[in-house]
């Protein structure tokens, strides 16, 4: 438990102090804001829009077995194959079995964060199966070596200049190659490679209960290409992208683009509605669907966290947060990050791990502000750390301060002990450690309160 807190405190003390890592951030967020304000000017009313899109997903989570059992049984009627998971375990077993059923060799991915919590592509490499990310910045992350940094943008920690140094070294090209060239020459390498593949994976923004259908969204036609030229598509997807019907499309995407990337509309909006049928020419001939659960009924269990399952992962709030915006993605250690992340991980991940991730924040509420489907993610935070003293997992030192400091400040006669410096010296001896070395601890008022108040009022 304590090695994955105080890696989690070195990485984002490293971070936070990197000038570079500050600069990268900075800008491509800043770019991020200008396009989120143009985006917004489509909705007349974004309040509404942001009430309905909440009151639908939220009706969702609470009836959750509801629609998974229509879904279930449209997709089937549809043609396709639903594949329920309880675990990663279970969800990259059957993956791997359907792989080994068409003795795939090669597999072309869209971006998918489901896959990411899956581990999809270490267990795809232990097979000697090619997976190959298809996604521009996934693609980039994936020859880099790295886990993705953010949920939507997954290589915003890179500038330009870092990429161009990252293609010069794996594939010899120029040194000072712009983005263009660069996109130019994934494009080429992937081409050869969506006509060869055996099967496509793809996640899912939204899977539609009423048509029980997948709904997806992207920029780049990579998900298309992915989904039409193997001969199989799986889709892999958490049980909570559920909503209730296609004409809820209308609201979701005008949202999901605007919060995410700042567009009124992303480039590419897909809806898959099973495998090829007889009179089509294009799309897979059999259609897997992984319904991933994953602990998200543990977070189903809980009767306030469970508003977080809502969430139609646009990064926004990882956007508006100071701390994500400081300590940077990867800090995080965990697949889904910032607010979102901090509220779902100890959940997902258990808490006793990932406890920590709920306390850092600064509470300044921006990320609850931004949601567009409403989740009071700042409040969830300190629900979240509620549970933890409840479990009674604190630590004995943190119990038995919290003990002293409750004594103390519960009588006058203990809270005027001292004089003014004594106070000062004991605060600074008590707190200093946990207060870090770069910040000042406060001076304590030459006087208290209550004694101001009696001199106030005589
Ligand atoms: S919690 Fe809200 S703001 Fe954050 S990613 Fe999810 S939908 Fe977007």
């Not at 469970?306 to 990064?315: K, N, Q, T, V």
């Not at 850092?360 to 300044?364: Q, V």
């Given at each position: 438990m304590w090695e994955i807190k105080k890696k989690f405190i070195t990485d984002a003390n490293i971070k936070a102090f990197n000038p570079e890592h500050r600069k990268t951030i900075n800008f491509n967020i800043s770019r991020y804001n200008e396009s989120v304000e143009e985006g917004m000017?489509?909705?007349?009313?974004s309040e509404l829009a942001k009430t309905r899109a909440a009151f639908l997903k939220h009706k969702v989570i609470n009836e959750l077995e509801k629609y998974l059992i229509e879904f279930e049984l449209n997709f089937t009627k549809n043609g396709g194959k639903i594949i329920w998971a309880q675990d990663a375990t279970e969800a990259v077993r059957e993956i791997l079995q359907i792989a080994d059923k068409h003795q795939a060799k090669k597999i072309v991915k869209a971006k998918s964060m489901t896959t990411e919590e899956i581990e999809i592509n270490t267990a795809f490499e232990k097979e000697g199966i090619d997976s190959i990310e298809t996604d521009l910045g996934e693609y980039i992350v994936q020859i880099a070596g790295e886990k993705p940094y953010?949920?939507?943008?997954?290589?915003?920690?890179?500038s330009k200049e870092d990429i161009a140094e990252l293609f010069n070294k794996q594939?010899?090209?120029?040194?000072?190659?712009t983005p263009e060239d660069i996109t130019s020459f994934v494009r080429k390498r992937l081409r050869k490679e969506f006509t060869s593949a055996d099967i496509g994976i793809t996640g899912s923004n939204f899977l539609i209960a009423d048509t029980g259908s997948v709904a997806l969204t992207e920029n780049e036609g990579n998900g298309m290409m992915s989904v039409s030229f193997p001969k199989i598509h799986i889709v892999v997807a958490g049980i909570?992208?559920?909503?209730?019907?296609?004409?809820d499309l209308e609201l979701f995407w005008p949202l999901l683009a605007s919060y995410g990337?700042?567009?009124?509309?992303?480039?590419y909006n897909s809806i898959i509605s099973g495998p090829k049928k007889e009179?089509?020419?294009?799309?897979?001939k059999e259609m897997y669907i992984v319904l991933l659960n994953n602990k998200r009924t543990e977070l189903l269990k809980k009767e306030r966290q469970?508003?977080?399952?809502?969430?139609?992962?646009?990064?926004a709030c990882l956007n508006a947060c100071p701390v994500y915006r400081n300590i940077?993605?990867?800090?995080?250690?965990?697949v889904y990050t910032g607010p979102i992340g901090s509220v779902i991980s100890p959940y997902m991940n258990g808490m006793t791990d990932y406890h920590h991730l709920s306390f850092?924040?600064?509470?300044?509420g921006k990320c609850t502000e931004i949601c567009p489907v409403k989740i009071p993610l700042h409040k969830l935070l300190l629900v979240n750390r509620n549970d933890w003293v409840k479990e009674g997992s604190v630590p004995g030192i943190e119990k038995k301060t919290m003990w002293g400091m409750k004594k103390v400040m519960l009588k006058r006669k203990y809270m005027n002990m001292g004089s003014y410096g004594i106070r000062n010296y004991a605060l600074k001896k008590i707190l200093s450690k946990t207060w870090g070395p770069r910040r000042d601890l406060p001076q304590l008022a030459r006087k208290s309160f209550n004694q101001q108040w009696k001199e106030n009022n005589n």
């Open positions: 000017l489509q909705f007349k009313n953010h949920i939507v943008t997954p290589v915003m920690h890179k594939f010899d090209l120029d040194a000072n190659s909570e992208k559920l909503i209730p019907s296609v004409t990337t700042g567009q009124r509309v992303t480039v009179n089509e020419t294009d799309g897979p469970r508003i977080a399952l809502s969430c139609i992962r646009c990064g940077g993605g990867h800090t995080y250690n965990t850092a924040s600064s509470l300044c």
